[in-house]
């Protein structure tokens, strides 16, 4: 059975700092591309991040390039997502992902996670 479980999220005061992880498990880990994928209330979800199976590309949403840094480490199958300088616009469930690269930042993902919340107040 494929788990994703994610951890980190919580409430943040704006320019605060935050760090998701997410461990995999039932999958071969490092033959995946990962993402943080994103989802606003009542929004569409949106890839924020993505990183290849090597860890040697990654690729960002706009609004977060240089504030957020995806990694990952292949011998733990764990991939972090360090936020950094958060806004309020930045609150929303984080979902992790596993997939495949795909064309665009979008990715093609297969496997979730059960999301966790990221509040940034005001």
């Known amino acids: 059975q494929v788990q994703l479980r994610e951890s980190g999220g919580g409430v943040v005061q704006a320019g605060g700092s935050l760090r998701l992880s997410c461990t995999v498990s039932?999958?071969?880990?490092?033959?995946?591309?990962m993402a943080w994928v994103r989802q606003v209330a009542g929004g569409e979800r949106e890839t924020a991040a993505k990183?290849?199976?090597?860890?040697?590309?990654?690729e960002y949403l706009e609004p977060v390039k240089g504030r957020f840094t995806i990694s990952r480490d292949n011998d733990k199958n764990t991939v972090y997502f360090e936020m950094n300088n958060l806004k309020p616009e930045d609150t929303a469930v984080y979902y992790c992902?596993?997939?495949?690269?795909?064309?665009?930042?979008?990715?093609?993902?297969?496997?979730w996670g059960q999301g966790t919340q990221v509040t940034v107040s005001s």
């Open positions: 990183i290849s199976w090597s860890g040697t590309r990654a």
């Open positions: 039932g999958l071969t880990f490092r033959i995946y591309a």
């Open positions: 992902a596993a997939g495949s690269w795909g064309s665009d930042l979008s990715g093609l993902w297969d496997y």
